[in-house]
Each structure stands twice: as structure tokens, then as C-alpha cells.
């Protein structure tokens, strides 16, 4: 079957780089992204890559593919308690492409320590 | 920018009893999508809809139901609830299927049943 896996938690102090890690199971899948979940709220898209691309950065994020390893990395510079909160990783495999459907992983949780 | 709404946010049930989410969107989404978040299970595909009129089953479809006779409202339904469906609920819609077209989420149904 398809499984996303994510590390459960994580802990940074302030100011350190968090860096949240995944592995996917569909090396066919033509997207992955990373969605943020604050306490009490819904899922908000921080990024995405395309499978031909090995990294993408976006101000403070920068996503990192080994596709050969199906291996998938958020790296977050600067962290600050504001970005305290579960990170999903999800595919979107080629046969669910029509639909939208993704699979997701169980989240991350990360903390930020002042 | 109301975004994807979902209608209560919190309810509780007794088992047996029935019970309807709203979902609504204001963005003219065609694709629209029912998720189930349990602890250390991530989000889970319960329907999902295609366009005003169509619906199919995702990855635990099992007593629910959905509707989507609007193309701005998806409903979901449990015609018997059961403690088994006490979960966080979240609705998500895209504007096509196709994998770069991100799906925006609610902000979640936090359903208890007794």
C-alpha cells in the first residue's frame, strides 16, 4: 500500500533551522507538498515541488527531493515560535492524479522553544 | 475571503443518532473532499466529489454518506453514528484534480459520539 512516513516530533530552540524529514512510496507521484496545521485550525499549503525538481526555496523554506531515495525535506531557517505547529507531507501518485486525491503522512509536530 | 467553510465546528452525539456536515466554498472549485484526522493516523479520504452531481469513494468510506447537489456545498452524512466516528473532520475543495492546483482546507468538525 502507500505510506507516508514522518518522523512524529520535533523540538528546535529559536532561531535554530528545523529541518522535518519524509520518505514517500510512489516514485511516479509528479507532486509532493508540505501543508502546515496550527491548533485548532485546517490544513494551509506552505509549498510544493515538482517531481523533476531537486529543490525549491521560498524565503525562510527551502525543499529538498532525493527522488532516487523518495525522500523529501522541509528545511524552516530562522525558526520562530510562530511556526509551531503539525507539518504534512503528501504525494499526489499518478493514480490518483485526476481525482486530486493525495496521501498524506501522519504530521510532525514541531516546537519551538524560546 | 471566506475560503471553505465548515458548519458546526463542534457537535456531540449519541450513538445511533444521525447527523449532517456542511461544507461550503466560495471559490468555484470544482473538486470538493471529506478527510476524517484521528490521533497518529493523519488525514484519511472518506469521499470526495468531482463536480456538482458526482461523488466517490476514498480510503474509508464506511458509514458515511455525501452529497453534492450544489456545486459550492458538499455534505456529509452519518445516518448511525458510532463512537468509532469521533474524529476531527476537515473539507477541503481544488479547482481541478490536477495535482499543482493545491486543496484548500476548513477549519475542521471536532465530532464526539457518546
Known sequence: ??????????????????????????????????????????????????????????????????????????RIADTQTGDSAIYFCAESPPWGGSQGNLIFGKGTKLSVKP | ????????????????????????????????????????MGLRLIHYSVGEGTTAKGEVPDGYNVSRLKKQNFLLGLE????????????????QGISNQPQHFGDGTRLSIL
Open chain 1, 1 to 74: 500500500g502507500e505510506d507516508v512516513e514522518q518522523s512524529l516530533f520535533l523540538s528546535v530552540r529559536e532561531g535554530d533551522s528545523s529541518v522535518i524529514n519524509c520518505t514517500y512510496t510512489d516514485s511516479s507521484s509528479t507532486y509532493l507538498y508540505w501543508y502546515k496545521q496550527e491548533p485548532g485550525a485546517g490544513l494551509q499549503l506552505l509549498t510544493y515541488i515538482f517531481s523533476n525538481m531537486d529543490m525549491k526555496q521560498d524565503q525562510r523554506l527551502t525543499v529538498l527531493l532525493n527522488k532516487k531515495d523518495k525522500h523529501l525535506s522541509l
Open chain 2, 1 to 40: 475571503n471566506a475560503g471553505v467553510t465548515q458548519t458546526p465546528k463542534f457537535r456531540v452525539l449519541k450513538t445511533g443518532q444521525s447527523m449532517t456536515l456542511l461544507c461550503a466554498q466560495d471559490m468555484n472549485h470544482e473538486y470538493m473532499y471529506w478527510y476524517r484526522q484521528d490521533p497518529g
Open chain 2, 80 to 95: 448511525s453514528a458510532a463512537p468509532s466516528q469521533t474524529s476531527v473532520y476537515f473539507c477541503a475543495s481544488s479547482e
